[in-house]
């Protein structure tokens, strides 16, 4: 079955600190995205990322989808980023997200 | 606030019983999608419905069934309840039906079965 990964399950980053979280996937896709979901349980789309690289803010999302996997870039990162972070790929008409990378930001 | 409202917020219910859940999406928005959240399945999408039909179905069991209704609001119904049901049950919205347009999330139905 199709398979999507992300790395690392969790990471716990001081305050102003950049990560890099890593989104593999099996198949060619259609459409990848970038969920975040807050410690309260609120999903927000963050981008909308077939391929190439997008920059919203502190954060930015490059995918390499000949590779099959696509980077979520958080700078200065802020408490407020803390949750999960979710990739979710479409293939065919099909949509699976990846089990996700818990984030916490410590003051 | 996304503009995406879901009822009820919290649902406890017994096994083998049947639930409905509410969703109304953002104005103007005329597709829906239902996902669902548990500790051992993760997220996964249920189906998705445009201008009332379904559009895309996804791991959705044959116990559930939703539709989209003319004024645009959806509901899922679960039945014959089981206790790995329990979990919480997104609904999202967009302007057009390609699976990866910009959805705007409800704040979730938290069902627990017992």
């Known amino acids: 079955g199709i398979q999507v990964e992300q790395s690392p399950p969790d990471l716990i980053l001081q305050e102003g600190a950049n990560s890099t979280l890593r989104c593999n996937f099996s198949?060619?896709?259609?459409?990848l995205q970038w969920f975040h979901q807050n410690p309260w349980g609120q999903l927000i789309n963050l981008f909308y990322?077939?391929?190439g690289t997008k920059q919203n803010g502190r954060l930015s999302a490059t995918t390499v989808a000949t590779e099959r996997y696509s980077l979520l870039y958080i700078s200065s990162s802020q408490t407020t980023d803390s949750g999960v972070y979710f990739c979710?790929?479409?293939?065919?008409?099909?949509?699976?997200f990846g089990t996700g990378t818990s984030l916490t930001v410590i003051p | 606030d996304s503009g995406v409202t879901q009822t009820p917020k919290h649902l406890i219910t017994a096994t083998g019983q049947r639930v409905t859940l509410r969703c109304s999406p953002r104005?103007?928005?005329?597709?829906v999608y239902w996902y669902q959240q548990s500790l051992d399945q993760g997220l996964q999408f249920l189906i998705q419905?445009?201008?009332?039909?379904?559009?895309a179905k996804g791991n959705i069991l044959e116990r559930f069934s939703a539709q989209q209704f003319p004024d645009l609001h959806s509901e899922l119904n679960l039945s014959s309840l089981e206790l790995g049901d329990s979990a919480l049950y997104f609904c999202?919205?967009?302007?057009?039906?390609?699976?990866?347009?910009?959805?705007?999330f409800g704040p979730g139905t938290r069902l627990l079965v017992l």
């Open positions: 999202a919205s967009s302007v057009i039906p390609g699976l990866m347009e910009t959805q705007y």
């Open positions: 419905y445009y201008n009332g039909e379904e559009r």
């Open positions: 979710a790929v479409v293939i065919g008409n099909q949509f699976y």
């Open positions: 198949d060619s896709v259609n459409n």
């Open positions: 104005s103007g928005d005329l597709s």
């Open positions: 990322i077939p391929s």
